[in-house]
């Protein structure tokens, strides 16, 4: 036959202050740390270490930190065309880097040739 073992007393749950969710959260997500081994040691679950840090906004009040460069995004350098414009109106636009046997033929196309 099993035996059955009664347990009585305390309840098992531990009540944890905002201020040890935070240190254990920040030690959890601390560069170089495993969340499993910091849960282990604070004889948690790591599941409620990851619901901590959703309550509790991140760390950082849930922002990130913004690197702002002085001289703003970089403008794309201006591409230059040889726009071909034919006697019905039609316009091609070819970039300059096309070969000049490419632009032949798109221009003898344009004229109908």
């Given at each position: 036959m099993g035996q059955v073992?009664?347990?009585?007393?305390f309840e098992r749950r531990r009540r944890w202050s905002v201020d040890e969710k935070r240190a254990i959260v920040a030690t959890a997500f601390a560069p170089g740390a495993v969340v499993a081994?910091?849960?282990?040691?604070?004889?948690?679950s790591s599941g409620l270490i990851y619901r901590w840090r959703r309550?509790?906004?991140g760390l950082a009040g849930g922002f990130a930190a913004v690197v702002v460069s002085p001289g703003g995004p970089a403008a794309?350098?201006?591409v230059e065309?040889?726009?071909?414009?034919?006697e019905?109106?039609?316009?091609?636009?070819?970039?300059?880097?096309?070969?000049?046997?490419?632009?032949?033929a798109v221009?003898?196309?344009?004229?109908?040739?």
């Open positions: 073992h009664i347990m009585t007393g081994e910091v849960a282990r040691r604070a004889d948690v309550e509790l906004g794309p350098a201006p065309v040889i726009e071909v414009v034919a019905g109106g039609s316009r091609v636009r070819i970039p300059a880097s096309v070969s000049p046997e490419l632009a032949a221009v003898k196309a344009l004229a109908g040739r």
